[in-house]
């Protein structure tokens, strides 16, 4: 059984259907909601296979399905899968802990070209299980595949923790950059987002 995750544990109640209905707000005032999808479209080849790890609303995996990949996303939360799989058809959303990742349990077995994990999700996985939850997004990547990974610098997993995370999951660090849009990765930057490659 898992931990619960910092989602469930450092949250009011509530707090999930207060996130659906944010995003779906956001995306009514048509706020520009796809810049991680347009970063990852443009790190892979097209009709890429990807993993939208902790995928929430769906956004991020809309976004790239429209741009003609296939995406499975996956969250712990089932408000959030729900969300997603009413407002982006077309991607299969799974409800699943991240820490247990087990795909091919699922009835998805074929590896993925890249897997993105935003919106935090590093840092609302449950204490301790970073290491875990990145070594099981990992296996479930080609080699030669990546993972980019994307949160706040000041919200309890410091940068060189996900580095030294990233070696153990064997994974290599390729870039990191400050926005979703590239800006450059200053030491002091409130953002970081890593782009990581499962060596071949």
Not at 1 to 24: C, L, N
Not at 62 to 67: D, E, I, P, Q, S
Not at 99 to 121: M, R
Request: glycine share 8%; net charge negative.
């Amino acid at each position: 059984m898992a931990k619960p995750t910092r989602w469930v544990t450092d949250t009011k109640p509530g707090h999930s259907q207060w996130y659906v209905d944010r995003f779906r707000r956001l995306a009514a005032e048509g706020a520009d909601l796809a810049g991680e999808a347009r970063l990852v479209d443009a790190l892979v080849p097209p009709a890429s296979r990807i993993l939208d790890a902790g995928c929430g609303t769906g956004r991020v995996a809309g976004a790239l399905a429209a741009r003609g990949h296939t995406l499975v996303g996956v969250d712990a939360d089932p408000t959030l899968v729900e969300a997603a799989r009413a407002d982006h058809p077309g991607p299969r959303f799974l409800v699943a802990d991240l820490a247990e990742l087990d795909l091919p349990g699922q009835d998805e077995p074929e590896p993925f070209d890249a897997a993105v994990v935003a919106g935090n999700v590093m840092t609302f996985v449950a204490p301790g299980t970073e290491p875990v939850v990145l070594a099981r997004i990992a296996a479930h990547v080609r080699p030669d595949g990546l993972v980019v990974v994307g949160f706040g610098t000041d919200r309890g997993y410091p940068v060189a923790e996900l580095d030294a995370d990233a070696v153990a999951a064997g994974l290599r660090l390729e870039h990191r950059f400050a926005t979703w849009d590239l800006r450059p990765w200053r030491d002091d930057a409130e953002f970081a987002v890593t782009v990581l490659r499962r060596p071949a």
